[in-house]
């Protein structure tokens, strides 16, 4: 329970946890001075940004490459694409038609700058077909953007499948882990992406600070000019509390795992399998639950006609009773158009417009979701009602 809101809407923001507070507070007391400054006051906080960035490389199996930290996800997915790409000489860029926005629109800036923007084709449930793609590896492809785990769907890419096929191929591999860190184990020794996004406030961390993962050897154009900060590739002072409050949420979540992971599956396929009992609620996403986020659940929705009903609603409807979830992505959800990645695992705009998803955090018990059932009953015989009125 959040503020005593019922709280099932982790893939949008995390409440940031207790600790990570904690944590912060104490940092902000010693180390609130500009990292760049040779004093001794501006020497403290230089050395705790330096060893986040060693901890964060570290918790993510960085051996070898740097960490930039950025304000967030999208601007770690912009500087990805903008960094490589503006660096080349135009050729091919992949991409899924699961993608967050904030690798859509750099994609959309990037053809008018001369690039061939080339999309993936993925199944009904949202995976890459991998030898679709292995053909697509071939010149003149430069980079491929594949989002790791789906926060619309839910869909987990095999990503050491893919990542193998790049390394073969010679193309760059960035991935968007927004919704992956804290949640599944990330190990960049095993899974070599060269650049890898992510961002604090999904996983109980700060908001305002993400950071971009780079491989040893990957060199970017840099985007937003000014100084010489994080290695010369984003100028501006560096946020050194909110950057050790990331480091601090993730090493929490991510030193657990898979146990929080686990458990967050069990709540989810409890809930869901009460849900898909109703009349009117079917799974979007896949349906084998090792290729879902651990945390997600995807649902269309329609009245026993078998008319879609709007997921928008639905979630207003459940907010009414105290719950929050989400009809997709909130960087989209003040858009009255059809879920765009629904739409690219074939439905149609109107089921594409009846999504609801809900995604589970560690601060949830298992009694918590004991009256969601009935609510969601009520709620979905609602909206049934009024879409024949």
């Known amino acids: 329970m959040v503020d005593s809101l019922l709280y099932l809407d982790a893939c949008a923001a995390a409440p940031p946890h207790p600790l990570v507070l904690a944590a912060m507070a104490e940092y902000q007391a010693d180390c609130w001075a500009n990292p760049s400054s040779l004093h001794s006051a501006g020497l403290m906080a230089a050395d705790l940004l330096e060893r986040s960035r060693l901890e964060l490389a570290a918790l993510v199996g960085l051996k070898k490459g740097e960490v930039i930290f950025t304000s967030g996800g999208t601007e770690a ?30 994609a959309a800036q990037l053809r008018l700058e001369g690039w061939q923007i080339e999309l993936l084709p993925v199944d009904q449930q949202g995976l890459v077909k ?111 509390i909110l950057a050790a409050g990331m480091v601090k949420a993730l090493e929490l979540r991510q030193t657990c795992q898979p146990h929080p992971a686990e458990q967050l599956a069990q709540l989810r396929d409890l809930l869901m399998e009460q849900l898909l009992a109703l009349n009117g609620v079917r799974l979007s996403g896949p349906s084998n639950p090792m290729q879902r986020l651990p945390h997600h659940l ?85 909206l049934s009602l009024e879409k024949l009125q």
Do not use: Y
Request: net charge negative; charged share 20%.
């Open 77 to 106: 997915n912009n500087l990805a694409l903008f960094g490589v790409c503006r660096r080349l000489t135009p050729g091919r860029l992949l991409l899924s038609p699961l993608e967050h926005q904030s690798v859509k629109a750099p």
């Open 130 to 240: 991998l030898e679709e793609l292995e053909k697509l590896l071939e010149p003149p492809t430069r980079l491929l953007s594949l989002v790791w785990g789906s926060a619309e769907v839910g869909t987990l890419q095999p990503m050491a499948a893919v990542a193998a096929l790049c390394k073969a191929k010679g193309v760059l591999l960035h991935s968007d882990a927004v919704q992956v860190a804290g949640e599944v184990l990330v190990d960049l020794e095993a899974i070599p992406v060269d650049l890898l996004s992510v961002s604090a406030h999904k996983f109980q961390g700060p908001r305002g600070v993400g950071a971009l993962l780079l491989a040893d050897g990957i060199e970017l154009q840099p985007q937003i000019r000014g100084g010489a900060q994080e290695g010369g590739h984003r100028s501006g002072t560096e946020p050194v």
């Open 298 to 382: 995807s649902l269309l929705l329609s009245n026993p006609e078998g008319v879609p009903l709007s997921g928008r609603s639905m979630v207003r409807a459940m907010a009414r009773g105290g719950v929050a979830c989400s009809s997709g992505s909130a960087c989209s959800s003040g858009k009255e158009l059809a879920n765009s990645n629904l739409l690219a695992l074939g439905l149609s705009d109107a089921e594409a417009a009846s999504g609801l998803r809900f995604s589970f955090g560690p601060w949830l018990e298992p009694s918590d979701l004991d009256e969601i059932p009935a609510l969601f009953e009520r709620c979905l015989a609602e």
